[in-house]
């Protein structure tokens, strides 16, 4: 009879100095979930930007070089078309038809 409470102390004290389980492992995936998510849409949608150059909400913002002094120069563009590379989006816009002549797929979320 004596084990058996002994045992149960023992259970019971060690209980009281464990550590306690980590809730942000629990929060965590979700998490990192949606910002691979945004990292990845974020990624698809400006991959093909020139280089230097970064999204406005109406066209880009592109640094041509430095003055003088050391200071980027940059030139902002209000059309989408001076902001991409035309080659990168020749071939975005080749795939999309090649996947519509192909027609959907059976894994084709996007319908």
Known sequence: MRTIHFVLLALAISSIFAKPKS???TTEDPVKTK???VQKELNDKFSNMKEG???LPKGCR???GK???GR????IYRSKDECYN???EE???GRREAIEEEGPSSGDYYQ
């Open 62 to 64: 592109c640094i041509t």
């Open 91 to 93: 071939a975005k816009k």
């Open 86 to 88: 035309k080659a990168a």
């Open 53 to 55: 150059c970064f999204p």
């Open 35 to 37: 910002h691979r998510l």
């Open 72 to 75: 980027d120069k940059s030139v």
């Open 67 to 69: 003055d003088g002094d």
């Open 23 to 25: 809730l942000s492992s």
